[in-house]
């Protein structure tokens, strides 16, 4: 069975700040046309820093689309051309004031491949050195220092709701089993 779909026409309904939207049209597998809405992302990364093997950092912040308070691991949106490191590097100290030494990928994952080409790219940050943060002129976070193994215990109760930490969290956890 055939299954992929090929591009008729494309349109981007808004230019955003950060996403654009589109409305393509595309050639279904029957020949037959269809509708595509989607926001074309240009990607993010996330982190989970380490400040000793067993303590990490949350951010916490204000989510207007959900209007509630999340517990999530520091992330942002790459920027044009920038490396997916300089990237972890940037939001980390933004969000958190920390530097760290030592940077390792763990996974890239789609995290709504039904209505966004978003790919988000997680690492792992070590051998940190705090410093002072410095978020976006429009982002308010806090810190919040917890031991991992409380996270995890936040994402089964339910108090972590964020899908890129769930998923960090646990990946991770799958990883050091």
Same mark, same amino acid.
């Given at each position: 069975?055939?299954? /992929? +779909? ?59 689309? /959900? ?14 051309? +920038? ?39 997680i690492y792992i940050a ?19 220092? /917890? ?31």
């Amino acid at each position: 069975m055939k299954l /992929i +779909e090929k591009t008729y026409k494309k349109e981007k309904v808004y230019y955003g700040k950060a996403v654009n939207f589109c409305n393509d049209v595309v050639l279904l597998p029957n020949n037959q046309k269809a509708t595509r809405e989607y926001i074309d992302h240009p990607g993010a990364v996330a982190v989970i820093p380490f400040l000793n093997k067993k303590d990490i950092i949350l951010v916490k912040q204000f989510r207007y689309p /959900i209007n509630k308070i999340t517990y999530e691991i520091p992330a942002g949106k790459l920027d044009k051309k +920038e490396s997916l490191i300089k990237c972890v590097k940037r939001e980390l100290k933004e969000e958190t004031g920390y530097s760290a030494k030592k940077i390792k990928k763990l996974l890239s994952f789609w995290p709504t491949p039904a209505f966004s080409n978003e790919v988000l790219h997680i690492y792992i940050a070590a051998e940190l050195s705090s410093g002072k943060n410095c978020p976006d002129d429009d982002e308010f976070v806090e810190n919040v220092i /917890i031991s991992y193994k409380e996270a995890l215990q936040m994402v089964k109760n339910g108090k972590i709701k964020d899908s890129k930490t769930i998923i960090a969290l646990t990946y991770l956890g799958l990883d050091n089993k």
